[in-house]
């Protein structure tokens, strides 16, 4: 079955660096766009950066260009979300993402969720 494990969260002083990763296994990686989404307390996901399954281009949220960088391994199947300089409004639950697009013999795009690991940045 369809996996995603998100691991390297915790705590970390303002300025500090985390790198959050994510394990895939049961669906074919090197096929998917992968991103990481962000949820704090009381707010909605959003999403923080994508890379995509073709060229591996990346998009990223305006709140952390130049300090957040996510990457893929198409060979152990894994995306890294490497953040740096974070400020406390980084501060939430981080979420591995897996997406693709219907293909024409489906019925439904294919979208799946890890279980998210815990951000802390304070002081």
């Known amino acids: 079955q369809v996996q995603l494990v998100e691991s390297g969260g915790g705590l970390v002083q303002p300025g500090g660096s985390l790198r959050l990763s994510c394990a895939a296994s049961g669906f074919t990686f090197s096929t998917y766009a992968m991103s990481w989404y962000r949820q704090a307390p009381g707010k909605e996901r959003e999403l923080v950066a994508r890379i995509s399954s073709t060229d591996g281009s990346t998009n990223y949220a305006d709140s952390v260009k130049g300090r957040f960088t996510i990457s893929r391994d198409n060979v152990q199947n894994t995306v890294s979300l490497q953040m740096n300089s974070l400020k406390s409004d980084d501060t939430a639950m981080y979420y591995c993402?897996?997406?693709?697009?219907?293909?024409?013999?489906?019925?439904?795009?294919?979208?799946?969720w890890g279980q998210g690991t815990q951000v802390t940045v304070s002081a």
């Open positions: 993402n897996a997406y693709r697009p219907k293909a024409a013999w489906e019925s439904r795009a294919r979208d799946y």
